[in-house]
Nanobody, 120 residues
């Protein structure tokens, strides 16, 4: 059973926009932070943006001013609006949910990843 499900992604030309969405399973009863990470070929996974339970956001320097993270607390969803995309943004994007399932300790849950490709 996939506890974190992503949607969106795809291919776009430089300067274009894409929107990623992520939904956490209702079995994750207590969610702290939700966010997005990405991994380009040959590189380590890196943080893109996060939003915590209080609404505070964190962005990687490389995406500040171009990407916006938002969260629907009632639906346990998080979205990433990506504008002014650059070829350097090409990567597999992963949704991360830090939370707790009943009878389990707090941990990170990951989506399966969605490909974003930006062509020049």
């Amino acid at each position: 059973v996939q506890l974190v499900v992503e949607s969106g992604g795809g291919s776009v030309q430089a300067g274009g926009s894409l929107r990623l969405s992520c939904a956490a399973s209702g079995s994750i009863v207590s969610i702290n932070a939700m966010g997005w990470y990405r991994q380009a070929p040959g590189k380590q996974r890196e943080l893109v943006a996060t939003i915590n339970s209080g609404g505070s956001t964190t962005y990687a320097d490389s995406v500040k001013g171009r990407f916006t993270i938002s969260r629907d607390y009632a639906k346990n969803t998080v979205s990433l609006q990506m504008n002014s995309l650059e070829p350097e943004d090409t990567a597999v994007y992963y949704c991360n949910v830090n939370g707790r399932r009943r009878y389990y300790s707090t941990q990170d849950y990951w989506g399966q990843g969605t490909q974003v490709t930006v062509s020049s």
